[in-house]
């Protein structure tokens, strides 16, 4: 069965914050399932429709270095988009968005969620 698998215990890291507004736009409305939150990288404020054209997702296990687990391409609109990817037990993601549909290199990002199963 396929589970979130972000909790409240999840380690996460974001490169930039907002104005380092994190009450407002930190990295913890990438996870929220709210509607009216999202996070929000350092430039200036902007709506949404800023997105990457390519994504990567990186992982691995324990120490282990991070490997490459899929590239993605976004589309640049604002309907939900899902990503699938092969399955692969790691411990840490990385997940990088690159090629910025703005000219400043914006992103925004409302919704994240990593979905699988988690291992006994």
């Given at each position: 069965?396929?589970?979130?698998?972000?909790?409240?215990?999840?380690?996460?890291?974001?490169?930039?914050?907002?104005?380092?507004?994190?009450?407002?736009?930190?990295?913890?409305?990438?996870?929220?399932?709210?509607?009216?939150?999202?996070?929000?990288?350092?430039?200036l404020q902007f709506q949404g429709g800023f997105c990457s054209r390519?994504?990567?997702?990186?992982?691995?296990?324990?120490?282990?270095?991070?490997?490459?687990?899929?590239?993605?391409?976004?589309?640049?609109?604002?309907?939900?988009?899902?990503?699938?990817?092969?399955?692969?037990?790691?411990?840490?993601?990385?997940?990088?968005?690159?090629?910025?549909?703005?000219?400043?290199?914006?992103?925004?990002?409302?919704?994240?969620?990593?979905?699988?199963?988690?291992?006994?």
């Open positions: 069965m396929t589970h979130n698998l972000v909790c409240p215990q999840t380690a996460s890291r974001v490169s930039s914050v907002l104005n380092r507004d994190t009450r407002q736009f930190g990295k913890k409305h990438l996870f929220d399932q709210r509607e009216e939150t999202c996070w929000t990288s350092d430039q390519r994504g990567r997702l990186h992982g691995a296990q324990g120490s282990e270095p991070l490997a490459g687990i899929a590239d993605f391409y976004p589309e640049d609109g604002n309907s939900l988009q899902t990503f699938p990817v092969p399955p692969a037990e790691v411990d840490r993601l990385r997940l990088t968005l690159e090629d910025a549909s703005d000219l400043f290199g914006r992103v925004v990002v409302y919704h994240l969620r990593v979905l699988g199963e988690k291992l006994a």
